[in-house]
T-cell receptor, first 117, second 114 residues
Framework: EAQVTQNPRYLITVTGKKLTVTCSQNMNHEYMSWYRQDPGLGLRQIYYSMNVEVTDKGDVPEGYKVSRKEKRNFPLILESPSPNQTSLYFC????????????????FGPGTRLTVL | SQKIEQNSEALNIQEGKTATLTCNYTNYSPAYLQWYRQDPGRGPVFLLLIRENEKEKRKERLKVTFDTTLKQSLFHITASQPADSATYLCALDVRDNYGQNFVFGPGTRLSVLP
């Protein structure tokens, strides 16, 4: 089944304790992205990756890191989490359109609910 | 400043009627616009994409229009059903010389009443 998976689905941690949220897709998509969703603010893009070893900042990258060493995986790293990073996080992937240079639909993972105490 | 708005936070309509949701943006020049559906606790699910050179797109009971002059997209659900109740998000593709990122609207929570 074509899907985007995220782990863990739920995480409660404490301020300053490094954590990684994994994201994996089995659709051979070039484009992957991380979002956070907060009440009243909607979905905001954190980082995205156009392909292996190519990453760029979205609208809210502060406090986050990413890496794209393999096409299927795009982990989100919080080196020193803080309470303002408590949020619902989504990973998404997308193929390039055939013959085009831009992405088409995005496929979202199930979400990771993170609480930082 | 750049902004993307959706007409209302919540919209209630009667079953069988047409729901119309609005997405307005300022200071963006998107190559295309997408509409997603999101159910509580789930990830958004893609519904429709419309490109800047397209005026209208249809898929079953869904219709999207895109007016780049007005900087507005309308999303219609005809013959609405209670199962259509969800939050609907619009998203703009806003690319620059360095890459591509997406900006989402805050969403409209649609409730279709039986």
């Amino acid at each position: 089944e074509a899907q985007v998976t995220q782990n863990p689905r739920y995480l409660i941690t404490v301020t300053g304790k490094k954590l990684t949220v994994t994201c994996s897709q089995n659709m051979n998509h070039e484009y992957m992205s991380w979002y956070r969703q907060d009440p009243g603010l909607g979905l905001r893009q954190i980082y995205y990756s156009m392909n292996v070893e190519v990453t760029d900042k979205g609208d809210v990258p502060e406090g986050y890191k990413v890496s794209r060493k393999e096409k299927r995986n795009f982990p989100l790293i919080l080196e020193s989490p803080s309470p303002n990073q408590t949020s619902l996080y989504f990973c998404a992937s997308s193929p390039w359109t055939s013959g085009g240079a831009f992405t088409d639909t995005q496929y979202f993972g199930p979400g990771t609910r993170l609480t930082v105490l | 400043s750049q902004k993307i708005e959706q007409n209302s936070e919540a919209l209630n309509i009667q079953e069988g009627k047409t729901a119309t949701l609005t997405c307005n943006y300022t200071n963006y020049s998107p190559a295309y616009l997408q509409w997603y559906r999101q159910d509580p606790g789930r990830g958004p699910v893609f519904l429709l994409l419309i490109r800047e050179n397209e005026k209208e797109k249809r898929k079953e009971r869904l219709k999207v229009t895109f007016d780049t002059t007005l900087k507005q997209s309308l999303f219609h659900i005809t013959a609405s059903q209670p199962a259509d109740s969800a939050t609907y998000l619009c998203a703009l593709d806003v690319r620059d010389n360095y890459g591509q990122n997406f900006v989402f609207g805050p969403g409209t929570r649609l409730s279709v009443l039986p």
